[in-house]
T-cell receptor, first 111, second 114 residues
Framework: GESVGLHLPTLSVQEGDNSIINCAYS??????FIWYKQESGKGPQFIID?????DKRQGQRVTVLLNKTVKHLSLQIAATQPGDSAVYFC??????????FGTGTSLTVIP | EAGVAQSPRYKIIEKRQSVAFWCNPI?????LYWYQQILGQGPKLLIQ????????DSQLPKDRFSAERLKGVDSTLKIQPAKLEDSAVYLC????????????FGQGTRLTVV
């Protein structure tokens, strides 16, 4: 499944499928980006980060892609599990370690 | 390693009352942030401290909101007087100093103004 964060804030995927969550950021000077996961009643939790001198970074089951030309980030989750159900935010660092968050995408994993 | 601690977890007040939130960042983290998260939205940065100095408070409604970090460790955020639209989760986060370091978040304080 795939979403555009600002226009389709809800994404539903079958357990075991891959998920793609998209984010458009606003500031071309942003040089550091983080994907956060937020479960109900909890604060955002770090998933993966990427610096502007990279276009791809992989973690455990997650991959972040950065396209600076169109100011676009995506988060790919492989073999999505029920525990992945949450709201996902991209955050951009505009400098001075100040993080600005996008609208978020709610991911629901269907068992 | 202990995370970012916030209290209280929940608070309900009437409009025009005052309220204060407390945050204890991760030990050694020089940078502390307060964010406001309205239901269904992403966190919005209110204020950023570096040690006991304010780095940015451009989005803090200073007519009613104030924050301090007097000794460069704990921080309090106060709202006086509260309005209905202040109902939100107030998140505290901290990070090591320097650029490109992740921010760690507390669980937040859910404020309801009635």
């Amino acid at each position: 499944g795939e979403s555009v964060g600002l226009h389709l804030p809800t994404l539903s995927v079958q357990e075991g499928d891959n998920s793609i969550i998209n984010c458009a950021y606003s500031n071309s000077a942003s040089d550091y980006f983080i994907w956060y996961k937020q479960e109900s009643g909890k604060g955002p939790q770090f998933i993966i980060d990427i610096r502007s001198n990279m276009d791809k970074r992989q973690g455990q089951r997650v991959t972040v892609l950065l396209n600076k030309t169109v100011k676009h980030l995506s988060l790919q989750i492989a073999a999505t599990q029920p525990g992945d159900s949450a709201v996902y935010f991209c955050a951009e660092n505009i400098g001075g370690n100040q993080f600005y968050f996008g609208t978020g995408t709610s991911l629901t994993v269907i068992p | 390693e202990a995370g970012v601690a916030q209290s209280p977890r929940y608070k309900i007040i009437e409009k025009r009352q005052s309220v204060a939130f407390w945050c204890n960042p991760i030990s050694g983290h020089a940078t502390l942030y307060w964010y406001q998260q309205i239901l269904g939205q992403g966190p919005k940065l209110l204020i950023q401290f570096q040690n006991n100095g304010v780095v940015d408070d451009s989005q803090l409604p200073k007519d009613r909101f104030s924050a301090e970090r007097l000794k460069g460790v704990d921080s309090t955020l106060k709202i006086q007087p509260a309005k209905l639209e202040d109902s939100a989760v107030y998140l505290c986060a901290s990070s090591l100093s320097g650029s490109d370091t992740e921010a760690f978040f507390g669980q937040g304080t859910r404020l309801t103004v009635v």
